[in-house]
C-alpha cells in the first residue's frame, strides 16, 4: 500500500469578497510510495500549496480523502511536517530555539530537546550558528534552519513548499544538493513544490505537472536517474528528455493563461 494517497480530493475556497466558492483542486488522485521524493510542479494558482495543505491536515475537503499510513488525515498532527517558502522562523528566538520550537510544540521529552535540535543543526551545516537569531542569517540559513526544524519532530512525511523560491539561482543549487544528501539518510517520504523544473527532475523519483482551472493532474512522469544524484546528470538524455516532456506540458497551460491576459 502507498505511504500517501490522494483519492478523488477536492478542495474549494470561499472567492474574496463573495459567498461563492470554486474549486481549487478537482478529484485529485495520487498514490506516493514511502521513502520516494515526489515533486510537483505547475503554473501559478494550480493548487500545488493546497496539495500540500491537504496532506498537512490544514485545509478542510470539499470531497475524496487522503490517507497517510492507511489512515485518514483529519487535521494537523504528528505525522507531517511542512517547511514553507519564507522561512517562518521566530525572530526572537535563536537558531536552537527555532529547531527547538518544533520539537516543544509537538512536546517532546524535555530532557533530550536540545541535543535532538542541535543534532539536526549540525546536521544542516549550521553547528557553529546555535546561537545566531534569524535576522543575522542568509535566506539559505534560515531556511537549512527551517528544514532542521522540520526534520528533527521525526515526521514521516515531510512536505515542503517551494522551500528554494526566495533563494539565487546559485544558493538553490547548492542547497538541492544538501537536501539530497539529508533525505538520503533516512529517506523520509517528501512532496515538494516548486517551480523549477530542473530542480524538480533533478530531486525527484516522480514529477507531478498539475494544470489549472480547476487544479488538476495532467501528468506524472517518473525520473529513472540513480541515486545518489549528481550535476553531471543535468546533461544525461534521460535528463533532458524528462525536462523536455515536463516543459511541453507547463507550455499549454502557459499558452491558456497568456490567451485568458491578452481577452482582459
Ligand atoms: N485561503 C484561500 N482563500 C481563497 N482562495 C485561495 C486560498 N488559498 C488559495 N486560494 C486560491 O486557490 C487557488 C490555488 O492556490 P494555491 O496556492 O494552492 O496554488 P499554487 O499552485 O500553489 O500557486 P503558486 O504557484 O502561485 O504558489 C488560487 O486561485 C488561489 O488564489
Not at 483519492?7 to 510510495?33: N, Q, T
Not at 521529552?109 to 534569524?134: N, Q, S, W
Request: charged share 30%.
Amino acid at each position: 500500500m502507498s505511504h500517501i494517497q490522494f483519492r478523488d480530493l477536492s478542495v474549494s475556497y470561499r472567492r474574496p469578497k463573495s459567498d461563492e466558492r470554486f474549486l481549487a483542486i478537482d478529484r485529485i488522485s495520487l498514490d506516493i510510495e514511502r521513502g520516494s521524493f515526489v515533486a510537483v510542479v505547475g503554473s501559478s494558482g494550480c493548487g500545488k500549496s493546497t496539495l500540500l495543505l491537504a496532506a498537512a491536515g490544514l485545509v478542510s475537503l470539499a470531497s475524496g480523502r487522503v490517507v497517510i499510513d492507511a489512515a485518514p488525515v483529519t487535521g494537523p498532527g504528528g505525522h507531517a511536517a511542512m517547511v514553507f517558502q519564507d522561512a517562518s522562523l521566530l525572530p526572537w528566538r535563536s537558531v536552537l530555539g527555532n529547531v527547538r520550537f518544533g520539537l516543544e510544540m509537538r512536546r517532546w521529552k524535555r530532557d533530550d530537546l536540545t541535543e535532538r535540535a542541535l543534532r539536526h543543526i549540525r546536521m544542516v551545516g549550521l553547528g557553529d550558528f546555535a546561537d545566531y537569531h534569524p535576522h543575522q542569517l542568509s535566506g539559505g540559513m534560515r531556511q537549512r534552519v527551517n528544514i532542521a526544524r522540520a526534520l528533527a519532530v521525526d515526521p514521516e512525511v515531510l512536505l515542503m513548499d517551494e522551500p528554494f523560491g526566495a533563494l539565487d539561482a546559485q544558493t538553490r543549487e547548492v542547497m538541492g544538493n544538501e537536501l539530497l544528501r539529508i533525505w538520503e539518510r533516512d529517506r523520509k517520504t517528501a512532496l515538494f513544490v516548486t517551480h523549477d523544473i530542473e530542480e524538480a527532475v533533478f530531486l525527484a523519483d516522480k514529477v507531478v505537472v498539475m494544470g489549472r482551472d480547476p487544479g488538476r493532474i495532467k501528468d506524472v512522469v517518473q525520473v529513472d536517474l540513480p541515486r545518489p544524484r549528481s550535476p553531471d546528470m543535468l546533461d544525461s538524455e534521460t535528463f533532458v528528455t524528462i525536462r523536455r516532456r515536463l516543459r511541453e506540458s507547463l507550455a499549454e497551460d502557459m499558452a491558456s493563461l497568456r490567451l485568458v491576459t491578452e481577452g482582459v
